[in-house]
């Protein structure tokens, strides 16, 4: 039995629906592989991201141990630098009197002074004190001539015979400011300025 025009329709319907169908299926299955690809990648992406952060935790771990070690290291060579410092100052009071002047001219002269400044020491240094740098007798305010002359003209620096409570060194005083050359504040002084040097050394060498 011939074919109507409608059965023909429907047989077109159909073999066309098979076709969209088809294609439909293939566009499928390229979107499937695309979002599988996709989320490969992502995955691929945080595992970099992954492995980035954890070398960066690794490498500030190691920054952190180097420093710590540092730290470690320079409080060692604080311990000894001060044992040190501390065993040299003490052989202050034993030095000869040609050594001791030399000593005190040179923080003096360091000290940019007017010259009309006093001194003061502890009472065991007074008498030491008194011949190494000057050739006048005791009294209240004595002229320091050897040091003056040793100076220049302008000065005129006096030692007083009141003790100062020192442990060692002296006391320059004037209406203006006051210079502690004591033994302590030598010692504070000099590790303050290493203090600064090793903060340095800490925080430029370790990386």
Known sequence: MAKTIYDKIIDKGKEDAKVILADGLKKLEQLKLEQIEEAKNKQKDELKKQEALN???????????????????????QALLKETVEEAVAKLDNLKQNEL??????????????????????????????????????????????LNNAL???????LSNKPKDLDGGFYIVSEKYDINHSYSALVDNFLAKLEADLNKILFSEVK
Not at 65 to 76: D, G, H, Q, Y
Not at 105 to 115: M, Q, R, Y
């Open 55 to 77: 070398q960066s935790k690794k490498q500030a771990a190691l920054i952190n141990a180097r420093r710590e070690a540092k730290k470690s290291e320079i409080k060692l060579k």
């Open 101 to 146: 002047f030399d000593f005190v001219l040179k923080l003096v002269k360091e000290d940019d002074l007017s010259g009309k400044e006093i001194i003061y020491v502890n009472k065991k240094d007074y008498s030491k004190y008194l011949a190494t740098f000057s050739s006048k007798k005791e009294g209240d305010l004595v002229e320091l001539d050897k």
């Open 152 to 158: 220049g003209k302008k000065f005129e620096l006096r």
